[in-house]
């Protein structure tokens, strides 16, 4: 399935850098992180997370860049796989055929899944709607013990986000603080209960 995803073009006519699906899972993934879309720099070198937004969500969940790389412990799925471009105030918004074409395939395959970490408002519309649950990002952060044990919403961490933790400084006080640990657990741990 990998490899029929990093071949996908089903919208490369929408995408001006071109199609570049960026994912990463395997069927051991313990650990799940749905974010929002490759941006720029991740397109080039192709790697998920791999500029500053990927090292302040490193930082967040207390993990190294070895443990987040091993598709054996993380999967890396966003809701859109290609950089979709830029807009007048930042990257565009995931490409919407992406998430229906490729979620639920990639999610049937991942078999000990044990904790899944919405980033940004785009996935926890998705998923966290699906629960009965609507809530703008800083009240699905801010409740995230609502949403456990499966999931835990954060905010996106592009440099927007130092802004949004200076007005929600119970972020790093008391959210930061319940998702390291949890994030650990989901690893290293059986399945939580």
């Known amino acids: 399935m ?3 995803i990093r071949a996908c073009a089903v919208c490369a006519a929408a995408l ?7 994912v990463q899972f395997s069927s051991t993934s313990r650990l799940l992180v749905i974010g929002q879309a490759p941006g720029a720099r991740v397109h080039a070198s192709g790697v998920p997370w791999q500029d500053d937004s990927g090292n302040r969500l490193r930082e967040w969940m207390g993990i190294d860049e070895r443990d987040f790389y091993d598709p054996a412990k993380v999967a890396l799925m966003p809701m859109g796989f290609c950089y979709p471009g830029t807009g007048a105030s930042g990257d565009l918004p995931p490409r919407p055929e992406c998430a ?3 979620h639920e395939r ?8 044990r904790l899944t970490l919405l980033v940004g ?3 926890q519309a998705k998923y ?5 649950k609507k809530a703008t990002l800083t009240e699905a952060v801010r409740d995230f013990k609502a949403y456990g044990p499966s999931f835990f919403p954060l905010p996106h961490p592009s440099w927007r986000s130092g802004i949004w933790m200076r007005r929600n400084p119970w972020f790093e ?3 930061l603080p319940v998702l390291r640990p949890i994030v650990r657990k989901a690893l290293l741990d059986r399945r939580l209960k």
């Open 173 to 175: 006080a008391d959210v």
């Open 16 to 22: 001006k850098a071109g199609p570049r699906p960026v």
């Open 2 to 4: 990998l490899k029929e």
């Open 106 to 113: 990639v999610l049937g395959a991942l078999k000990d899944v």
């Open 100 to 102: 229906p074409l490729w």
């Open 121 to 123: 408002s785009h996935a």
């Open 128 to 132: 966290l709607e699906k629960r009965g």
